[in-house]
């Protein structure tokens, strides 16, 4: 089967700088991937180049077959989910309201959305009795990313992307969402395009790893196949799965 993303020899430039280069990568539907690297290292570049919040000045980015320069922007965002930090939640929105904008604007019949905001709700643990009618500063920071990912699977997309979407949590709760995520997956079968510059969170989420260094694939493929990469940058990052002993201070 083709790639549902695709990324041939794909280039951005931003503010009159590479901000990724030559990148080629094939994900393949119902995968993980996650984009690996640094601050500034070009993942969530590479991330928004495949929703067209950022275009590509070289190459291509392919999307469920298509150019993604070739979809209409608007079809483009609303076929993919996209979760960010906090969730990203309209505060002046109940949480009910949110989760079921995209499917409204699309369409759908009332008793549908309601139907699908309720289901939604239940899968990420949140009483929909209980949280439907709250408002986004009524929530936890869990809570909220919760709701942020319902909304991001509303309209039943096949491509998930996240952008660093538990970076601000706890690491309870940071864990607590890591899980949710796995099991949604294993449900849906949605393919998983994650940001991180966390490798312990990309060896828990990642069946792929694309790991990303001044702008550039440094490596990629499965976790091992990464970790056995000889390239400086793949080796500092797994350096931190096995640290060295601590030097005793004299």
Not at 95 to 112: C, T
Request: proline fraction near 6%; charge should be positive; glycine fraction near 10%.
């Amino acid at each position: 089967m083709p790639p549902i993303i695709e990324f041939a020899h794909a280039g951005v430039r931003r503010e009159g700088r590479a901000a990724l280069t030559d990148l080629n990568l094939q994900i393949g539907d119902g995968e993980r991937w996650v984009l690996l690297g640094r601050s500034g290292a070009g993942k969530s570049t590479a991330l928004k180049a495949i929703n067209r919040m950022v275009e590509t000045s070289a190459g291509e980015v392919r999307c469920q077959g298509r150019r993604v320069l070739d979809w209409d922007p608007i079809q483009l965002r609303r076929s993919l989910g996209y979760v960010i930090q906090e969730g990203g939640l309209f505060p002046h929105f109940s949480v009910a309201r949110n989760i079921g904008l995209l499917p409204r604007l699309l369409g759908w019949p009332e008793d549908d959305t309601r139907k699908r905001v309720a289901e939604l709700l239940e899968a990420m643990g949140l009483e929909p009795a209980r949280y439907a009618a709250r408002f986004p500063h009524q929530l936890s920071g869990g809570e909220r990313q919760r709701v942020g990912v319902a909304r991001a699977l509303a309209a039943r997309p096949r491509v998930l992307l996240l952008d660093e979407p538990f970076g601000a949590l706890d690491p309870i709760t940071r864990e607590e969402m890591q899980t949710l995520l796995l099991r949604l997956q294993a449900e849906t079968g949605i393919t998983l395009v994650l940001v991180t510059h966390d490798l312990q969170e990309a060896l828990r989420l990642g069946t792929r790893l694309a790991l990303l260094h001044g702008g550039r694939l440094a490596a990629s493929g499965t976790p091992a196949e990464v970790a056995a990469s000889q390239h400086p940058e793949a080796r500092a990052y797994f350096r931190l799965a096995h640290p060295q002993p601590a030097c005793p201070l004299s």
